[in-house]
Structures are given as C-alpha cells and as structure tokens.
T-cell receptor, first 112, second 112 residues
Framework: QKEVEQDPGPLSVPEGAIVSLNCTYSNSAFQYFMWYRQYSRKGPELLMYTYSSGNKEDGRFTAQVDKSSKYISLFIRDSQPSDSATYLCAMSARTGGFKTIFGAGTRLFVKA | GAGVSQSPSNKVTEKGKDVELRCDPISGHTALYWYRQSLGQGLEFLIYFQGNSAPDKSGLPSDRFSAERTGGSVSTLTIQRTQQEDSAVYLC??????????FGPGTRLLVL
C-alpha cells in the first residue's frame, strides 16, 4: 500500500463547475499538507498549505484536512480552462526531517 | 526575487555517458531536494539535504546516482554511465526548513 493514494484521473469538467480532488494517506504522523499545481512541462507550483486538520480558503480554492479519516481534499470553485493542470497532493511530518511524500497527481481538464 | 533555478533545461546524451544537473536554490533556504518525474508519473524522491546534516540518500535508485551540495547552496546531481531508463525530468526544490517546497522548472534528460 502506498503512503499516499491519489486518483490519477483524468478528470474532465465543464467551465464553471466545482472540482473536488482528494487524497488518502496511511501515516498518522503527517502534519503538513500541501497541494501543488503542475502545468505541462513546468515544475510543480505550491498552491495551498495547511497545518494539521481544518479548512483553508484562498480565492476559488479551498483545502480541507481530516486527520481522523486520513483524507485531504482540494475544492476549486468556478473552474476555469486555465485551471487545467495536474494537481499533486503532498504531505510531510517534522519527525523524519520533513521528508515529503507526493501523490501521483490528478490530471484535470476544464472545458470551455 | 529569484526562485529555484536549474540548468540545463534540456539535456540529450548517449547511453553510457555521465551527466551533471545543477540546482540553485532560493537564497536562505536550508533544505534542498531532488526528485525524478517520469512521463505521466508522480514525483520520485531521490535525495534530501538539510543544513549541515548528512543527506538522506534513501531514494537514489542505484550507485550511478550521486549528489552534492557545496557551501549549503548550489547542488549538483550526477548520473554516471547513463541508461535509457534514466530519461525523465529531474526536479529540484528548496525549502526553509522542509515543510513546504518551492520547485525549479526541471531538467529534461533524454538518454539515447
């Protein structure tokens, strides 16, 4: 079993839809939870960062962490064609020196 | 404000040759990571440097791979006797402590 599981998609939605991206994990020591966006032929870009459980909102993006269920989500409201990219979840813990584990990434296509 | 830079951006080499990939982290970031990303795959951890501590080399796939970080700043990833399966995008990331990482654009390596 992988430490972090993420459905690779692809996920195709119409413009304006609400997108839900999810990851599950097995290591209860994880404390830091990140979402990265990666456009084709570019490096990953940090999108959202959450410490421990809870919600965090930034514009059209909301990140949720449920440590009891070992489940994290990223919601994108009013999705735009420019949101088309691969979204990678990532998580780390202070124990183990912040070694970060990444999900496989979900490819998202937003159709105009 | 300079981000993480990597060079070269693209490298084509012949099987059996050695290659060196360079990473310039964000100034002041003590943590530096190398990852490999194959086509359509997630990020594969290679090696992690944190300050003056011994690097975590647990992700290096074989002894043909090595990395060093001079003066706590620039890092070089060396692949000796390259093989076709080494073809991938090599990504470097830096972080203040390790909890969130900022990625460079990557080096696309093609071994013929």
């Amino acid at each position: 079993q992988k430490e972090v599981e993420q459905d690779p998609g692809p996920l195709s939605v119409p413009e304006g839809a609400i997108v839900s991206l999810n990851c599950t994990y097995s290591n209860s020591a994880f404390q830091y939870f990140m979402w990265y966006r990666q456009y084709s032929r570019k490096g990953p870009e940090l999108l959202m960062y959450t410490y421990s459980s809870g919600n965090k909102e930034d514009g059209r993006f909301t990140a949720q962490v449920d440590k009891s269920s070992k489940y994290i989500s990223l919601f994108i409201r009013d999705s735009q064609p420019s949101d088309s990219a691969t979204y990678l979840c990532a998580m780390s813990a202070r124990t183990g020196g912040f070694k970060t584990i990444f999900g496989a990434g979900t490819r998202l296509f937003v159709k105009a | 404000g300079a981000g993480v830079s990597q060079s070269p951006s693209n490298k084509v080499t012949e099987k059996g040759k050695d290659v060196e990939l360079r990473c310039d982290p964000i100034s002041g970031h003590t943590a530096l990571y190398w990852y490999r990303q194959s086509l359509g795959q997630g990020l594969e951890f290679l090696i992690y440097f944190q300050g003056n501590s011994a690097p975590d080399k647990s992700g290096l796939p074989s002894d043909r791979f090595s990395a060093e970080r001079t003066g706590g700043s620039v890092s070089t990833l060396t692949i000796q006797r390259t093989q076709q399966e080494d073809s991938a995008v090599y990504l470097c990331a830096s972080s203040i402590l390790g909890e969130t990482q900022y990625f460079g654009p990557g080096t696309r390596l093609l071994v013929l």
